[in-house]
T-cell receptor, first 118, second 110 residues
Framework: DGGITQSPKYLFRKEGQNVTLSCEQNLNHDAMYWYRQDPGQGLRLIYYSQIVNDFQKGDIAEGYSVSREKKESFPLTVTSAQKNPTAFYLC?????????????????FGPGTRLLVL | QKEVEQNSGPLSVPEGAIASLNCTYSDRGSQSFFWYRQYSGKSPELIMFIYSNGDKEDGRFTAQLNKASQYVSLLIRDSQPSDSATYLCAVIRGSYIPTFGRGTSLIVHP
C-alpha cells in the first residue's frame, strides 16, 4: 500500500535533548512538508522540500532542522533551542511541481507524532 | 500577511440537517482551495478541492467559491454523527504551499 509513515507515534523529550521524528513516503511524491499543530489550532508550516537536497523554512522554523537526502525520507529534528516543543507533528507529501493542477497541490498526511516534554 | 479565517465553533447541527462551514481569505491572488477533515487525534484527510467560482458537488458535500468576496464554503447535506470532526480550510496562491485556517469544529447530534 502506498502512503506516508511517521514514527514514533509518541515521543518524549528531556530538557536539552535533540529528538528526531521520522517521515517516509512511498508515493513517489517530490514535495514533503512538516507541520506543527497545537490544541485547537490549525497547521503551521515548519519546513518544506520540493526536491531532493533542497528545503525551505516555513513560518515557524526556529528550533527545528530537516534534511532531504532521499526522495522518500524527510526527517525532522527538534533541537534543544525549541523551548516549547509539545505538539502534534504532521508530515505531508504532495506530487509537487511536476503535477500541474490540483493533483500537484493535494496534501497527503501521515498519522502524526505526538511530542511530549518530560 | 496571508491569512485564512475560520470560525472555530463548535457548530452544532442535528442529524439530517445541512451543515454550513465558511472560510475567508485575505490574499486575492489565491488560486486553489481545499477542505480537509480531521477527526480528533488523527491526521487531516482531503474532502474536496475547488478552483473555479461557483459550486462543486461530491456526494453529500458541496464546495462553494466566491473569489470576488474572497470566501469558500463547504456544505454537508444530510449530516451524520460520523461527520463530527474539525474541518480545515486550506488556500494556495501558486507556490504549492498551503495556508491553513484554524479549523471549525462540527458536532452532529442524533
Amino acid at each position: 500500500d502506498g502512503g506516508i509513515t511517521q514514527s514514533p507515534k509518541y515521543l518524549f523529550r528531556k530538557e536539552g535533548q535533540n529528538v528526531t521524528l521520522s517521515c517516509e513516503q512511498n508515493l513517489n511524491h517530490d514535495a514533503m512538508y512538516w507541520y506543527r499543530q497545537d490544541p485547537g489550532q490549525g497547521l503551521r508550516l515548519i519546513y518544506y522540500s520540493q526536491i531532493v537536497n533542497d528545503f525551505q523554512k516555513g513560518d515557524i522554523a526556529e528550533g527545528y532542522s530537516v534534511s532531504r537526502e532521499k526522495k522518500e525520507s524527510f526527517p525532522l529534528t527538534v533541537t534543544s533551542a525549541q523551548k516549547n516543543p509539545t505538539a502534534f507533528y504532521l508530515c505531508a507529501s504532495s506530487i509537487g511541481l511536476e503535477g500541474k493542477g490540483l493533483k500537484g497541490e493535494t496534501q497527503y498526511f501521515g498519522p502524526g507524532t505526538r511530542l511530549l516534554v518530560l | 500577511q496571508k491569512e485564512v479565517e475560520q470560525n472555530s465553533g463548535p457548530l452544532s447541527v442535528p442529524e439530517g440537517a445541512i451543515a454550513s462551514l465558511n472560510c475567508t481569505y485575505s490574499d486575492r491572488g489565491s488560486q486553489s482551495f481545499f477542505w480537509y477533515r480531521q477527526y480528533s487525534g488523527k491526521s487531516p484527510e482531503l474532502i474536496m478541492f475547488i478552483y473555479s467560482n461557483g459550486d462543486k458537488e461530491d456526494g453529500r458535500f458541496t464546495a462553494q467559491l466566491n473569489k470576488a468576496s474572497q470566501y469558500v464554503s463547504l456544505l454537508i447535506r444530510d449530516s451524520q454523527p460520523s461527520d463530527s470532526a474539525t474541518y480545515l480550510c486550506a488556500v494556495i496562491r501558486g507556490s504549492y504551499i498551503p495556508t491553513f485556517g484554524r479549523g471549525t469544529s462540527l458536532i452532529v447530534h442524533p
